[in-house]
């Protein structure tokens, strides 16, 4: 990997942007072409009360298209899917856990059941996908994060992403532009019991300062350039970042960014294809 040392001045944009939940691509950058299968849609989760307490800024629904049964054949086919894809690519013992404990199949719509431990992105609706497993797992993995480490997720979509993190520290804060599917994502983490990740409907771009520093930002749709503001809430003390960044349309560079002081490193990934951080209008 390539190492490259740059300094950020900390300075907050003035503009607004929103995110938008990212398709994963392949490791090697490719673009993974989507074919619903033929399944029979399962019976939808109803709704429980929230496990936050905070009010939150997006609705509710009061049920989910969702299926929240683990039967033996769901955790085979997650076994497999991480013998195959993930454990020749991630040596994380805690990520690989983490990849083996959340069922995936309840964060797609039941449409998509037959093919919720596929290596692949899968439509949620609203235009956006649950990210490819394998991309989900490196990532995790570049972040290094350790028990009770703060980590913000940019774009929560489908919840999965901020699931997978819940599985290695109780600090776990996302944020999403679309509001619902921030609901949808609210009802299936509670259901599933993961409470204890915070979201908040915002505008990604900005992050969420109120929870700052992180020792750890995850970014899950690719800006054209490092957003300042997500940079200033690193923990100055060795905080990481994980974003995409590269121009509309075309093949970006995932990077790892590490924070000490107003010194940032910039050590590069991989290739990758994410849909664009684009501003929210107005």
Do not use: N
């Amino acid at each position: 990997m390539k190492l490259v040392a740059v300094v950020i001045a900390l300075v907050l944009a003035t503009a607004g942007c929103r995110t938008a939940a990212s398709p994963s691509p392949r490791p090697d950058g490719s673009p993974v072409p989507v074919t619903p299968p033929t399944v029979t849609p399962a019976a939808t989760g109803t709704a429980p009360t929230p496990a936050s307490s905070e009010t939150p800024s997006f609705p509710i629904p009061s049920s989910v298209d969702r299926d929240f049964a683990d039967s033996d054949e769901m955790r085979g086919q997650r076994d497999q899917l991480v013998d195959s894809y993930i454990a020749p690519r991630v040596t994380d013992a805690r990520v690989i856990a983490a990849m083996r404990a959340v069922p995936r199949h309840s964060f797609v719509p039941t449409q998509w059941l037959g093919a919720a431990y596929s290596d692949h992105p899968l439509p949620i609706g609203h235009g956006q996908t649950i990210s490819q497993p394998s991309l989900v797992a490196m990532m995790t993995e570049v972040l290094r994060l350790d028990e009770g480490d703060r980590v913000l997720e940019i774009g929560t979509g489908s919840g999965y992403q901020a699931a997978i993190l819940g599985e290695l520290t109780p600090e776990v804060y996302s944020v999403e532009i679309i509001p619902e599917l921030a609901g949808i994502a609210r009802v299936v983490l509670d259901r599933l019991g993961y409470g204890d990740v915070r979201i908040d409907r915002r505008d990604g771009y900005f992050g969420w300062e109120e929870h700052a520093p992180y020792d750890a930002i995850i970014v899950t749709a690719a800006p054209d350039h490092l957003p300042p503001p997500l940079v200033a809430q690193l923990d100055p003390d060795g905080g990481r970042m994980v974003i995409p960044i590269g121009p509309v349309g075309d093949v970006q560079v995932l990077w790892l960014v590490t924070r000490q002081g107003d010194e940032v490193a910039m050590e590069r990934v991989l290739d990758v294809r994410f849909v664009p951080l684009t501003r929210e209008e107005g």
